[in-house]
């Protein structure tokens, strides 16, 4: 029996503001909803965070108006603040499970963060593309929103 290996990607991005705005854009629910559903046309209808190892976020978003298709549940396996989240991730809904491990990495640089995110243990490529592609336009609507974290 021939098992299809889980895959990986990483994704990067510099932001012209100091790691404790970045990262409070990961641990602040207020903040977080703001960035996490970048798509015009979705909205998030529910999120939660408790901002501690062991903690994580929980949150409901998809298509508007209710907002609600999809279930993103977050545990954080590491919680160093203003440099590291390993967060355990169960995205879930209209009839798809994903699991994954992300790594988020804050590295000040000359005045900015860079934000180096690793996403690990997705079950197949369609699975990693579509991972891929939203995690981008979260990393994106972080950009739009780091002014809200001051």
């Known amino acids: 029996m021939t098992t299809t290996p889980l895959l990986s990607f990483d994704l990067e991005r510099t932001y012209p503001a100091p790691p404790e705005r970045v990262w409070a854009a990961w641990t602040r629910a207020d903040l977080l909803r703001r960035w ?16 501690r190892a062991g903690g994580g976020y929980r949150l409901r978003f998809g298509p508007a108006p209710a907002g609600d298709a999809y279930a993103e549940d977050a545990t954080f396996a590491v919680f160093e603040p203003v440099q590291r989240l390993v967060l355990d991730v169960l995205t879930s809904g209209e009839g798809m499970a994903e699991t994954s491990r992300c790594t988020v990495l804050l590295l000040p640089v000359g005045g900015g963060t860079r934000l180096e995110l690793t996403v690990e243990g997705v079950s197949g490529p369609e699975a990693a593309e579509g991972l891929r592609t939203g995690w981008q336009g979260c990393l994106e609507g972080i950009a739009e929103h780091l002014d809200d974290a001051a």
């Open 36 to 51: 996490v559903c970048p798509d015009p046309d979705w909205r998030v209808s529910s999120c939660e965070v408790d901002p």
